[in-house]
């Protein structure tokens, strides 16, 4: 009796450790918006001007030996703060871990580079991940296999049909 007092007890779950998560008939949504707002206005950043994506495709970033440095706790915690929404959010990796090299020392080009993708998470912040309801949990990945050519490695898992990680 006990155990079925339990169960009827548990309700579906709308958030945990930040993630919020949408149950339907057909499937279930995640994402952090919520989390993505306390960011923005943690930063400073809730009324920027929204961009259409988070890195430009012609930003080269490298140690900017001569820019300016900037407070390294706050780059880090921005930093963190972007690695953390990664969990939801694929479409910035990338660019959250070119950004996460330079935390040692970081300039005003770095933090210049991840007030861009904070610009874009203001655009974009309902996205997130979708698991449809018939969605298989097969893992496959891919690899390139020639490593005494190729300088550059390159890999992608899927999940299902959906990729799910690249480098």
């Known amino acids: 009796m006990q ?10 779950l ?3 450790l930040g993630l919020q998560i ?5 499937g ?13 206005k943690k930063f400073g950043l ?9 890195m430009s495709s012609s930003t080269k970033l490298d140690k900017d030996e001569e820019g300016k440095c900037v407070d390294c706790k706050l780059y880090r915690s921005m930093i963190g703060s972007l690695l953390y929404l990664t969990t939801t959010r694929p479409d910035i990796k990338f660019s959250v871990c ?11 080009s770095h933090l210049k580079t991840i007030k ?17 309801r018939d969605f298989t949990f097969d893992l496959q990945a891919y690899s390139n296999a020639d490593y005494g050519i190729c300088k550059i ?3 992608c898992q899927f999940l299902g049909n959906m990729l799910i990680s690249w480098f």
């Open 14 to 16: 709308p958030f945990f």
């Open 116 to 132: 861009m993708i904070f610009r874009y998470l203001q655009d974009t912040p309902s996205l997130g991940l979708w698991y449809p």
């Open 28 to 40: 279930i949504f995640i994402n952090q918006v919520k989390y993505i707002k306390e960011k923005l």
């Open 22 to 26: 949408k149950q339907r008939k057909d």
């Open 153 to 155: 490695d390159r890999n």
């Open 98 to 108: 070119l950004c996460a090299r330079f935390q040692v020392n970081p300039k005003e």
């Open 3 to 12: 155990g079925e007092f339990e169960m009827s007890m548990m309700r579906e």
């Open 46 to 54: 809730e009324n920027v001007k929204p961009q259409a994506t988070p």
